[in-house]
């Protein structure tokens, strides 16, 4: 069979064209499931390139136990444990201020349940707070796709809040909380967030 093509369109013209789209496909499909913490420091990597502000994940201190060689360019961690409780995910310098947060993502609709946070972390938030530092957590509600900067003294509080309550209704975190808008890049730029936020701080001062 002869496939008729347009007048000057080439036959190698259309494999170019398809595999440009099989491409474009392939990059748009893997970014459907990427995860909070990836776009995370997809977002600290954006501000460290442009010198907006220098923030890292937090390493998890481990001891390790026994270490397997199977050949002598490879070694495989078989065993270790923790040293201590980790505290939260993220620490580092923006605008001459200390940051440290955590991130947590929740299918939720209704609430995000408090027992995904620890008295160690509520610990440590608070004793940032106390040395001028900027606390607060990251919460995605994956079911709504959105996320907002929560600041510490909020989730301090509900955490805890004498009534029994076991999770934050979400209309408190969207009413306390700074929502995180989408953009093009980075995706995730929570420190527009934080923006807002610190602003708003100054002006009820």
């Given at each position: 069979?002869?496939?008729?093509y347009p007048?000057?369109?080439?036959?190698?013209q259309a494999k170019?064209?398809?595999q440009?789209k099989q491409?474009t496909?392939?990059?748009?499909?893997?970014?459907?499931?990427?995860?909070?913490?990836?776009?995370?420091?997809?977002?600290?990597?954006?501000?460290?390139?442009n010198?907006?502000?220098?923030?890292h994940?937090k390493?998890t201190?481990?001891t390790?136990?026994?270490?397997?060689?199977?050949?002598?360019a490879?070694?495989?961690?078989?065993?270790a444990?923790f040293?201590?409780?980790s505290?939260?995910?993220?620490?580092?310098l923006?605008?001459?201020?200390?940051i440290?947060f955590?991130?947590k993502?929740?299918r939720?609709?209704?609430?995000?349940?408090l027992?995904?946070f620890?008295?160690h972390?509520?610990l440590?938030?608070?004793r940032?707070?106390?040395q001028?530092?900027?606390?607060f957590?990251?919460i995605?509600f994956?079911?709504?796709?959105?996320?907002?900067?929560?600041?510490?003294?909020?989730?301090?509080?509900?955490y805890?809040?004498?009534?029994?309550?076991?999770?934050i209704?979400?209309?408190?975190?969207?009413r306390?909380?700074f929502?995180i808008?989408?953009?093009?890049?980075?995706?995730?730029?929570y420190?527009?967030?934080?923006?807002?936020?610190l602003e708003?701080l100054?002006n009820?001062?």
């Open positions: 069979m002869t496939v008729q007048k000057g369109f080439q036959p190698r170019a064209i398809v440009a491409k496909d392939i990059k748009s499909f893997s970014k459907r499931g990427i995860g909070l913490e990836d776009e995370i420091n997809e977002a600290n990597a954006y501000y460290l390139a010198n907006l502000a220098v923030i994940k390493p201190p481990i390790i136990v026994k270490v397997d060689y199977p050949n002598r490879m070694a495989k961690i078989t065993e444990y040293n201590k409780a505290t939260t995910d993220y620490n580092g923006y605008q001459g201020k200390y440290d955590d991130a993502e929740t939720n609709k209704t609430n995000f349940p027992k995904n620890h008295e972390q509520m440590h938030l608070k940032i707070l106390i001028g530092g900027v606390g957590v990251i995605r994956t079911s709504l796709d959105e996320s907002y900067v929560y600041p510490a003294e909020a989730l301090i509080a509900h805890e809040a004498k009534d029994g309550k076991k999770s209704p979400y209309a408190d975190i969207a306390d909380g929502l808008e989408k953009q093009l890049q980075p995706a995730l730029d420190l527009r967030a934080v923006d807002v936020w708003n100054d009820k001062e």
